[in-house]
């Protein structure tokens, strides 16, 4: 699929401006030199996430890219998530809006059922960055075993940016560094990565019974596979910072990347045995750690280094007090 341009688009809403609504990324040329661009495979998976899926939809469509072709899969939203997709649909190659198996499943049946040399995922709350395609294709092209990554771009729930995240990640002893990789920012951004789909595939996929860390995982059988990974400095995907979406729960998060990487440890033969045996030592130190470091990023007493068994009954005594005085202000106004 050639990608729509801005004009072919329905409108949005009145009141967004600026990328993916009343801007689009530089289109390319139909062909690049005397053979065609690469196709590129992206998957969405979606459940009622209503108030972001359209920008989603628009950041990849509005791509300008010659040989994109596109897939959302909805768990049966009961928002207005379906309305929104049908209001695309002529521009996706193909959709569907019913109970799933999960995220990892439904993204896992894309790369299955496409046919381009590139694949990511696009999560349905977070979006690809302008020119995200046509800057990497113009700068990137090889048919092997490398992992692209770009830059991240982290917003919060209104799309204001925070940050830019770059990874650091080399191999998989570096990927297996939790704490060092973790406390310095250096990890890989899902959002940010385009990926042999073949490649993919022949790892088995993302593990559908991962439903925290699916993405380190795959990062890890990559490169026990032997991928490389390049680093564009490309601006290339966006992450959305808000309070529904599953990496809010941090300590569920942190466990299962523990866990899976301890498996992909135990199957890393290139790496020297004593060298296991201080990044499994590591891991575990890291694993009785993690509670109280994340208990100390939960409010200035916890910092203090106040236990939960003081902290928690001063808190609700705080908040049972702002409920009456609360009422008491509205009352007055």
């Not at 809403?13 to 065609?36: D, F, I, M, V, Y």
């Not at 920008?55 to 596109?70: A, D, F, H, K």
């Amino acid at each position: 699929m050639r990608c729509p341009s801005l004009t072919e688009l329905p409108p949005g809403p009145l009141n967004k401006t600026g990328w993916p609504w009343t801007e689009e990324s530089e289109r390319l040329p139909e062909r690049a030199g005397e053979q065609s661009w690469p196709r590129v495979t992206i998957v969405t998976p979606s459940f009622n996430q209503g108030q972001f899926v359209e920008e989603t939809i628009r950041s990849v469509l509005l791509q300008g890219y010659p040989n994109l072709e596109y897939f959302v899969f909805d768990g049966g939203s009961t928002d207005d998530t379906v309305e929104i997709v049908e209001k695309y649909s002529r521009w996706i190659d193909f959709w569907v809006s019913k109970p799933d198996a999960g995220q990892s499943a439904v993204i896992n049946r894309g790369l299955r059922i496409g046919c381009g040399l590139y694949a990511t995922w696009i999560n349905s709350d977070d979006l690809l960055c302008k020119d995200a395609l046509s800057t990497h294709f113009l700068h990137n092209w090889a048919e092997r075993d490398v992992v692209y990554v770009g830059d991240c771009i982290n917003v919060d729930q209104n799309g204001r940016v925070l940050f830019a995240q770059r990874g650091q990640i080399h191999s998989l002893e570096d990927l297996l560094s939790v704490r060092s990789v973790w406390k310095a920012g250096n990890y890989i951004s899902q959002q940010a990565v385009l990926f042999p789909r073949q490649l993919a595939n022949r790892v088995g996929g993302l593990n559908e019974e991962n439903h925290y860390s699916m993405d380190y995982e795959l990062w890890g059988r990559f490169l026990l596979a032997g991928a490389e990974l390049e680093y564009t400095r490309i601006p290339f995907g966006v992450f959305r910072h808000h309070k529904d979406q599953k990496t809010s729960d941090i300590a569920r998060q942190t466990a299962s990347t523990l866990d899976v990487a301890e498996a992909l440890l135990a199957e890393a033969d290139s790496i020297l045995p004593a060298t296991k045996v201080e990044i499994l030592a590591d891991l575990r130190a890291y694993r009785k750690e993690y509670p109280r470091i994340l208990w100390e990023h939960t409010g200035r007493l916890a910092r203090l280094g106040l236990p939960p068994s003081i902290v928690t009954p001063i808190r609700k005594l705080k908040a049972s007090i702002g409920r009456p005085v609360q009422r008491f202000m509205r009352s007055t106004e």
